[in-house]
């Protein structure tokens, strides 16, 4: 532990992910798609998330830095005909490949400040011949640019975040098919199944190597998991492999490595505690998620897994009164400064009607309340 002076946020997760004591507690918030809302409204420029100003603005509002992150690098498709287009509301693509041709629309939701997959590029066993063919031809190159812009940025605000690809299981159910259409080609075609996703895993190993080999302190596997999605078994068939190799990449290039488990808990987080994670990110705890914060430490089992998160996003709004926010902050914290092992953080990101008095507000608690053995 450092002693003798305040740390810094970036002293302060570092030490803890190192297995160390910081002075506090650490409170390190996604401030993304707040931002992303701000920008939308006109109060934030268009290129406020790359600029030094929005890293001034996490020192402002006493929040550690980590996200948004990066993919740092460039995904070329040959042997295809890619066609992007906008359509209103809708991003619209079209892949034709010699195995046949796949089509994707995600739609822009003004309401929320988000997109969704409104058709799904594969839609059914018949389009992975294709989808296969495309991940075949496939390559990556490193784009360290905006990891290094960053690094500049951040200094001692926070930790520089790379992201890897998903595992082959989650870019099918999370982007590309979606978790209906993929239960239903594991049932059907599961052999068919198979030989895509280790195609799909041939392609992301080469994306993650070059992912773990980026200037970032910090390497996710951004997966959006949640337990009623993907349960213990589908894990175990078809996640825990990469989970455990890329760890391990990441363990022996000598930083850490986190998963985004921003769902219910109760039937993944020994899982993913077991698989070699530095720290799982964003949890949600009762009474928005499925888990007491009370109870995390049972749920992780044996593992000496960091567990960060805590503060659902639905209590930096008007929908949660003051003196709520402030007996959850408290309840969180009375946990996490029993032993260094936690990072309190938002679960999963501040949404775009967050209230930034409740965003100061949690450092002013973490300063009250987050002394380790008080």
């Known amino acids: 532990m450092i002693t003798g002076h305040t740390m810094t946020e970036r002293q302060r997760v570092l030490t803890l992910l190192a297995g160390g004591r910081p002075d506090r507690v650490p409170w390190f918030g996604d401030l993304d798609y707040w931002a992303t809302a701000l920008i939308g409204r006109g109060l934030k420029p268009p290129d406020f998330k790359e600029s030094d100003a929005y890293v001034d603005w996490h020192r402002d509002l006493r929040v550690g830095f980590y996200l948004q992150g990066s993919f740092p690098f460039r995904t070329i498709v040959e042997d295809c005909r890619v066609t992007e287009w906008r359509d209103g ?4 693509r079209r892949i034709e490949t010699p195995r046949g041709a796949l089509s994707e629309t995600w739609t822009w939701l003004p309401e929320s400040f988000a997109e969704a997959p409104t058709e799904h590029l594969v839609k059914s066993a018949a389009d992975l011949p294709a989808y296969r063919h495309l991940f075949e031809h496939t390559r990556f190159e490193p784009d360290y640019a905006f990891a290094e812009k960053r690094l500049r940025q951040v200094g001692e605000a926070g930790v520089v975040l790379c992201y890897l690809p998903k595992s082959p299981f989650m870019q099918m159910v999370a982007l590309d098919a979606g978790i209906a259409a993929v239960a239903e080609i594991h049932a059907d075609a599961p052999d068919e199944l198979a030989a895509t996703l280790a195609a799909v895993r041939s392609a992301h190993d080469r994306a993650a190597r070059i992912a773990v080999d980026s200037p970032a302190d910090v390497l996710m596997i951004p997966e959006n998991l949640s337990s009623e999605v993907v349960g213990p078994r589908f894990y175990e068939l078809h996640m825990r ?7 391990r990449e990441i363990a022996a290039a000598g930083k850490h490595s986190c998963v985004h488990l921003d769902g219910t808990l109760k039937g993944l987080l020994r899982q993913v505690c077991s698989a070699g994670f530095t720290f799982v990110e964003a949890m949600t705890p009762a009474p928005v ?7 995390w ?18 209590y930096f709004t008007d929908k949660v009164s ?8 408290e309840a969180v914290l ?38 380790y053995g008080a």
């Open 241 to 247: 492999h990469y989970h455990e190799a890329w760890c």
């Open 297 to 314: 430490a049972e749920w992780r089992g044996g593992a000496p897994t960091v567990l960060w998160g805590g503060l659902p996003g639905v």
């Open 322 to 329: 003051d003196g709520e926010f402030d007996r959850h902050v």
């Open 334 to 371: 009375r946990v996490m400064r029993s032993e260094p092992r936690y990072v309190l953080g938002v679960a999963d990101q501040v949404p775009p009607d967050g209230l930034e008095r409740r965003v100061r507000r949690v450092a002013e608690l973490v300063d009250e309340f987050g002394r």
């Open 89 to 92: 509301a809708a991003r619209r």
């Open 289 to 295: 998620g499925d888990l007491e914060v009370e109870r």
